[in-house]
């Protein structure tokens, strides 16, 4: 610091003393001084150890109170998740196959996480509708959705939608449910091939969620597989589809095996 003193080099809060102490006794800075005015050098060591010995003090306390931001901080971004209920997204209607197949998953869920996850139900448009108000969510942690294939990946490319396949990330995938062909029990249909000859021979109509659906895309695949057309005929739900099915009004539906099973077909 001495060096600093007698050429007066800018650096510090203690040269601002030193300063300010040479000007009150009209002294010029300089390596002369130590020879020339040693009692002077010696006043304005001593003011600049007080000096700095402050700057201490309030680098310490600085030091102190970052410390206890870093802290207090610390703990809000480290707290133990979640602290509060968990709301799940399910873009489709109360009974239908992924309503029910994440309603299979929730208590376990809730028991694990030790918090109530919530299911909120927003159907419509073949989940379009409830997938374009998730990825409208604040990302926190706390909105998830339990999103099917077919909302999250293939409507997106069919027709123009506020969200894409990238407006979400990925957590896992939960349960691979093999598609299955359902039919009323009293249709008379009581093979494929009994459907198959009667779309040969006539119309049959499929029903199931608006098109883009994983279902309207497995009976497409299904009548394309044995060069045939079936006539779609878009539900709201799944429900509304057995009801039609069940009531002679569609003949067949694709849909997971589960919803399928549940349905009575």
């Known amino acids: 610091m001495v060096p600093m003193l007698a050429l007066g080099i800018?650096?510090?809060?203690?040269?601002?003393?030193?300063?300010?102490?040479?000007?009150?006794?009209?002294?010029?800075?300089?390596?002369?001084?130590?020879?020339?005015?040693?009692?002077?050098?010696?006043?304005?060591?001593?003011?600049?150890?007080?000096?700095?010995?402050?700057?201490?003090?309030v680098f310490v306390r600085s030091l102190m109170c970052f410390a206890a931001a870093i802290a207090m901080t610390t703990g809000i971004a480290f707290a133990e998740y979640p602290e509060k209920p968990i709301d799940v997204l399910v873009p489709f209607g109360g009974g239908s196959g992924p309503d029910a197949s994440f309603r299979m998953l929730q208590p376990d869920l809730d028991k694990i996480l030790g918090q109530p996850v919530v299911v909120r139900n927003v159907g419509g448009a073949g989940g379009t509708v409830g997938a374009a108000q998730f990825a409208r969510h604040v990302k926190d942690g706390y909105k998830l959705g339990f999103m099917p294939v077919g909302t999250t990946t293939t409507q997106p490319q069919l027709r123009k939608l506020p969200y894409s396949d990238k407006s979400f990330a990925p957590i896992c995938m939960t349960i691979q449910d093999p598609m299955a062909v359902g039919v009323a029990p009293d249709s008379?249909?009581?093979?494929?091939?009994?459907?198959?000859?009667?779309?040969?021979?006539?119309?049959?109509?499929?029903?199931?969620?608006?098109?883009?659906?994983?279902?309207?895309?497995?009976?497409?695949?299904?009548?394309?597989?044995?060069?045939?057309?079936?006539?779609?005929?878009?539900?709201?739900?799944?429900?509304?589809?057995?009801?039609?099915?069940?009531?002679?009004?569609?003949?067949?539906?694709?849909?997971?095996?589960?919803?399928?099973?549940n349905y009575g077909l």
């Open 10 to 57: 800018p650096g510090d809060g203690g040269t601002v003393v030193m300063m300010g102490a040479l000007t009150i006794h009209s002294v010029i800075p300089g390596v002369r001084l130590f020879s020339e005015q040693p009692d002077l050098v010696t006043q304005i060591f001593v003011l600049l150890l007080v000096a700095n010995l402050f700057m201490v003090e």
């Open 188 to 261: 008379g249909l009581n093979s494929l091939a009994d459907l198959i000859n009667k779309a040969k021979s006539g119309t049959v109509t499929s029903g199931g969620p608006p098109p883009g659906s994983l279902p309207h895309i497995a009976q497409a695949a299904l009548a394309a597989a044995y060069g045939v057309k079936f006539k779609y005929v878009p539900h709201k739900g799944g429900h509304g589809t057995a009801k039609s099915i069940l009531g002679g009004k569609v003949d067949v539906l694709v849909d997971p095996l589960g919803s399928t099973l």
